[in-house]
């Protein structure tokens, strides 16, 4: 079992930037798919950016289109921690910033596949 603890989110102008954090417990973390989501008021939990591993494969991130070129997401295997790098920041970034992660999700862009869940860090981009 892993506990996720989020940290980084804040106000910020559009055109900004924020760095979100995960820190996770467990000795494992290295074997976890990791993933941040976010969700906006009224609106659904949705996917932002993964980072992940297959058999046979050095880790790999992926991003929803909507960040893609804008938000880095990365990790720090021997500091049990994953980071989410986000630049030129607009309103429609803004929400609740959630890190998930699972050991058999192999990347999955589904909140439905993550067992565990931090608490979320709020993110908000005024214009």
């Known amino acids: 079992q892993v506990q996720l603890v989020e940290a980084g989110g804040g106000l910020v102008q559009a055109g900004g930037s924020l760095r979100l954090s995960c820190a996770a417990s467990g000795r494992t973390f290295s074997r976890y798919h990791m993933a941040w989501f976010r969700q906006a008021p009224g609106r659904a939990r949705e996917f932002v950016a993964k980072?992940?591993?297959?058999?046979?494969?050095?880790?790999?991130?992926g991003y929803a289109d909507s960040v893609k070129g804008r938000f880095t997401i990365s990790r720090d295997n021997a500091k049990n921690v994953v980071y989410l790098q986000m630049n030129s920041l607009k309103p429609e970034d803004t929400g609740v910033y959630y890190c998930?992660?699972?050991?058999?999700?192999?990347?999955?862009?589904?909140?439905?596949?993550?067992?565990?869940w931090g608490q979320g860090t709020q993110v908000t981009v005024s214009s």
């Open positions: 980072h992940t591993w297959s058999a046979g494969i050095n880790y790999y991130a």
């Open positions: 998930a992660a699972d050991l058999t999700s192999r990347g999955s862009t589904s909140s439905a596949t993550y067992d565990y």
